[in-house]
């Protein structure tokens, strides 16, 4: 793991930021902050107003950084002019970003929301591996994980690097979780040889959704991190009705790690 990036928005204190920063110096990974503002043609007559509002945008960026422990973990800027999930998109494409460590929302969000428009948006819009970290979390390494999935159908390995890197560094225990839910598949029984390498038990329930399994097994398992899969109609299937997640629908007080399925 060597690029972690951190998107901050309009309301962020840099608590994500120094969780961010804890956990890569475990890892000697770089941090890159990011932060996205929109200057269109028509914005002004002054010919470098987008410089302008980018040079804002650093010097933002540079007192948040300051305001961190920065424990020898090299912090870097970036920006871009436009949506947040392109700029995301395009610094993945030239640095290859190994992971995200975003909160789940804005404090100018409605208290009943778990993930925020912004937030939610990039979980469904890209396909880089994501780290949820509840507002005020401070970073300690993971002793057990729990590992949710609906399938246990992987086309590739690689999929489970960032977990397999925690559980390397950490020493994490990682048990599954395979929910069946209504018409599930046989084939989706079918948990692949790298999960079950990684796991010191796997259990299966029945269950309306994951995340009612999820509710079920989690005081027997209590992890200090929930993993599970990013899929159209996997453990956030309602992202792709709306860019937001209700509290109602998914909650848990702990940091959740979303791991790619599509682009492999």
């Excluded at 509002?53 to 010097?59: A, I, L, P, R």
């Excluded at 961190?68 to 970003?97: M, P």
């Excluded at 959740?256 to 599509?262: E, F, G, N, P, T």
């Amino acid at each position: 793991m060597k690029h972690i990036l951190v998107p901050i928005g309009t309301s962020n204190t840099g608590e994500t930021l120094q969780y961010a920063v804890d956990f890569a110096s475990e890892f000697s990974a770089q941090v890159f902050v990011m932060d996205v503002f929109s200057v269109s043609a028509k914005a002004g007559t002054l010919a470098n107003i987008s410089e302008k509002v980018e040079e804002s945008s650093k010097e933002r960026l540079r007192e948040i950084i300051g305001k961190v422990d920065a424990k020898q973990v090299t912090i870097k800027i970036a920006t871009y002019n436009g949506d947040i999930v392109d700029g995301l998109k395009e610094i993945d494409k030239e640095l290859g970003i190994d992971l995200i460590i975003i909160s789940p929302r804005s404090n100018a969000i409605e208290e009943e929301l778990y993930l925020g428009h912004t937030t939610g948006g990039i979980i469904k819009k890209t396909d880089i591996p994501a780290l949820i970290v509840p507002k005020g979390t401070v970073f300690t390494p993971f002793k057990t994980a729990l590992t949710a999935f609906k399938s246990g159908v992987l086309k590739k390995k690689r999929i489970l690097e960032p977990l397999l890197s925690i559980q390397k560094k950490f020493g994490t225990l990682v048990s599954l979780l395979l929910v069946k839910t209504p018409g599930y598949d046989s084939d989706d029984l079918k948990v692949h040889p790298a999960l079950m390498d990684i796991s010191e038990q796997l259990t299966i329930t029945e269950n309306a959704t994951t995340y009612q399994g999820v509710l079920e097994h989690f005081q027997s398992h209590q992890p200090d991190l929930l993993c599970v899969f990013r899929r159209k109609r996997g453990f956030f299937k309602k992202l792709w009705e709306k860019n937001t997640i209700l509290k109602s629908e998914f909650f848990v007080k702990i940091p959740v790690l979303m791991l790619r399925v599509k682009k492999y």
